[in-house]
């Protein structure tokens, strides 16, 4: 099992940044890729990012590309998610998510943290 702990929500404005951190324990060789996903308010979850924790790839969802950056501390067992230049519509839930697969499909991510709120107000 693997367990992920995400921290660094929080509420902000319009134009602000804030980066969030997902810090992994247990058996965290068991998760090849960490993902960012979130969920706004009355939507459905949706793909962020995602990053290898070895090759260190990222890849964007298009509504976060050019703003926000994934990356990962091998060494901490820690993934980041920094964003910058923060819109109201990047208000949600956000989630860390450990799996196997680089991918931008929920599904395919075997283990997630318990979010952690992002607001940006206007």
């Known amino acids: 099992q693997v367990q992920l702990v995400e921290s660094g929500g929080g509420l902000v404005q319009a134009g602000d940044s804030l980066r969030l951190s997902c810090a992994a324990s247990?058996?965290?060789?068991?998760?090849?890729?960490m993902g960012w996903f979130r969920q706004p308010p009355g939507k459905e979850r949706e793909f962020v990012a995602t990053i290898g924790w070895s090759s260190g790839t990222p890849s964007y969802a298009p509504s976060v590309r050019g703003r926000f950056t994934i990356s990962r501390d091998n060494t901490k067992n820690t993934g980041y998610l920094q964003m910058n230049s923060l819109k109201p519509e990047d208000t949600a839930v956000y989630y860390c998510?450990?799996?196997?697969?680089?991918?931008?499909?929920?599904?395919?991510?075997?283990?997630w943290g318990q979010g952690t709120q992002v607001t940006v107000s206007s």
């Open positions: 247990g058996r965290t060789f068991s998760a090849a890729v």
């Open positions: 998510a450990g799996g196997n697969f680089y991918a931008s499909i929920s599904r395919l991510y075997n283990y």
